[in-house]
């Protein structure tokens, strides 16, 4: 009860990619790269399980970002084409590759990463690929010249790939479908959206899991976050379309945030992670703070749903405050236990 978890990604060591830097060059010729991320994901699961963190990721150390690193087995998509467009509703712009015909996996895309993090653990461990939406949001698309279509086509992939996933031993599978939280979307959302999310994670018989946040630390994202007003409210249009999907939990910000923590009550049924760590600021969080917040939310979420997690992934934070961040997270989530769950 109340185990605690993180949205994905961590820092990666300085000399395996520029650190506190989002789609960071890798500093390790290929000859010696793979063995790096593999070094890199140990010391991601230390950090994590020497803070406490109970259910586990590879802190996403072998991807240099989190949608284009699922899609370089991807056949159709062309990496050697680079095109800028705006992602996200143009929120800001990206350098991203063109899908140039139909798609297919060329073959395992993660599951040897899975192989060696679950080698290498014994707490559960999640594992996290970007959702079908937020894939079409982050790739410029010459072929199917339609969203939805595309979308379905990267669900059936991805139910591939999770489903060998799965058989090798992982116990949490989350799409991370931050496109889902865009006013501009969020018809699409509602028309195509969940459809594409379901029909990834179908016959999976592992805990499904989909985040949704409101993005990296990052300036394009906080200078967003400021136009959003008083209270944030993009959530009280999806949380009841997935309320009745049949996905088994949802990650949310909630720390620093101005979303109504009245909102988890529209999830009624889901295992909510709810986000205690504000990943927007390189000040540590208090053990207190963090038990603050899972205190809120416990009063919309009954404790047996409620998993305390990061608000979003940290990558682009130093490591040190990164480590911190975690051991709060633990520490925090531990003082509610203690004093409030029986």
């Not at 399980?49 to 259910?55: L, M, P, Q, R, S």
């Not at 989909?210 to 394009?220: D, P």
């Not at 409620?306 to 003082?335: F, I, S």
Request: glycine share 8%.
């Amino acid at each position: 009860m109340l185990e605690s978890t993180i949205a994905g990604s961590l820092p990666k060591p300085p000399w395996l990619a520029e650190p506190e830097t989002l789609w960071a060059p890798w500093r390790l010729p290929p000859e010696t790269l793979a063995q790096g991320q593999r070094d890199a994901v140990l010391l991601a699961l230390r950090d994590q399980e020497e803070a406490g963190i109970d259910i586990v990721t590879d802190g996403e150390q072998s991807r240099q970002h989190f949608v284009h690193g699922f899609l370089p087995k991807i056949e159709g998509v062309d990496f050697g084409r680079r095109v800028t467009i705006g992602i996200r509703a143009d929120r800001y712009k990206a350098e991203v590759p063109v899908v140039t015909g139909p798609i297919s996996r060329r073959g395992s895309i993660h599951g040897d990463e899975v192989r060696f993090a679950r080698a290498h653990t014994t707490r559960r461990l999640k594992f996290t690929i970007p959702g079908p939406m937020t894939i079409v949001d982050t790739l410029a698309d010459e072929h199917f010249r339609s969203r939805e279509r595309l979308a379905m086509e990267f669900a059936e992939i991805i139910n591939g790939e999770a489903r060998e996933l799965a058989a090798l031993g992982l116990d949490v599978l989350q799409l991370d479908e931050p496109a889902f939280n865009v006013d501009a979307y969020l018809d699409d959302v509602r028309a195509w959206g969940i459809a594409a999310l379901e029909r990834a994670t179908a016959g999976l018989g592992i805990r499904t899991a989909v985040h949704i946040c409101y993005g990296y630390g990052i300036k394009a994202n906080i200078d967003w976050k400021r136009t959003l007003g008083s209270e944030w409210r993009q959530y009280e249009q999806t949380f009841p379309l997935l309320a009745r999907s049949r996905i088994d939990q949802v990650s949310l910000e909630c720390a620093n945030s101005r979303v109504p923590m009245s909102l988890l009550r529209l999830l009624e049924g889901k295992d909510v992670l709810v986000g205690a760590i504000d990943v927007a600021t390189t000040s540590v969080e208090t053990p207190e703070e963090v038990a603050a917040t899972i205190r809120k939310a416990l009063s919309f979420v009954p404790p047996e749903r409620l998993y305390p997690c990061t608000n979003c992934g940290m990558v682009p934070l130093p490591r040190e405050v990164a480590r911190g961040k975690l051991r709060a997270l633990a520490a925090g989530t531990a003082l509610v236990r203690a004093g409030r769950v029986h």
